[in-house]
T-cell receptor
Framework: KQEVTQIPAALSVPEGENLVLNCSFT??????LQWFRQDPGKGLTSLLL?????REQTSGRLNASLDKSSGRSTLYIAASQPGDSATYLC?????????FGEGTQLTVNP | DAGVTQSPTHLIKTRGQQVTLRCSPK?????VSWYQQALGQGPQFIFQ???????QRGNFPDRFSGHQFPNYSSELNVNALLLGDSALYLC????????????FGPGTRLTVT
């Protein structure tokens, strides 16, 4: 059974800081890993998808890496902005179903 | 492209009642998954539909049932509502081939009183 853990649970940083969010998973047979952003009371917005054959993906100020052997993924956010404040969720796909962590609540202070 | 749509946006029901939530997948997608997200937690997988059949199911009781229509849209039904069923219900769509990347709708907020 896949289990996903995200650390830290909450993070508060000043604007402009670079930061790293961590995600670990127990089943290395994941098909892919997705990072999502969720604003309060809203649905999930897909940020990055890393397929099992890939090591990393980049989109603008975001970079996500995947290490299946260690069961870890990281999301790197460069030059953080107040608009980045949200909850970030990682999800691993096994057998076409997503298993999520509980998320990291990020606050970027102006 | 309208993306994944869900209705209604919000719903208030009483314990013991039944509820139906609806989802239309992103254009070109044939697979629909449903998730329950309690406040402050990550989404939990309920079940997935493909070719009008339930393909996978998470650890949810039989009170939770679903359906997929020929146009790939889907419904989630919950019977005998409990207070603990209060949550954000998320629908996600994907294709049966390729990366299995899932796209989520805005969710339906269900409150059971």
């Amino acid at each position: 059974k896949q289990e996903v853990t995200q650390i830290p649970a909450a993070l508060s940083v000043p604007e402009g800081e670079n930061l790293v969010l961590n995600c670990s998973f127990t089943d290395s047979a994941i098909y892919n890993l997705q990072w999502f952003r969720q604003d309060p009371g809203k649905g999930l917005t897909s940020l990055l998808l890393i397929q099992s054959s890939q090591r990393e993906q980049t989109s603008g100020r975001l970079n996500a890496s995947l290490d299946k052997s260690s069961g870890r993924s990281t999301l790197y956010i460069a030059a953080s902005q107040p608009g980045d404040s949200a909850t970030y969720l990682c999800g691993g796909t096994s057998g076409s179903r997503l298993t999520f962590g509980e998320g990291t609540q990020l606050t970027v202070n102006p | 492209d309208a993306g994944v749509t869900q209705s209604p946006t919000h719903l208030i029901k009483t314990r013991g009642q039944q509820v139906t939530l609806r989802c239309s997948p992103k254009s070109g997608h044939d697979t629909v998954s449903w998730y329950q997200q309690a406040l402050g937690q990550g989404p939990q997988f309920i079940f997935q539909y493909y070719e009008e059949e339930e393909r996978q199911r998470g650890n949810f009781p039989d009170r939770f049932s679903g359906h997929q229509f020929p146009n790939y849209s889907s419904e989630l039904n919950v019977n005998a509502l409990l207070l603990g069923d209060s949550a954000l219900y998320l629908c996600a769509s994907s294709t049966s081939s390729g990366s299995y990347e899932q796209y989520f709708g805005p969710g339906t907020r269900l409150t059971v009183t």
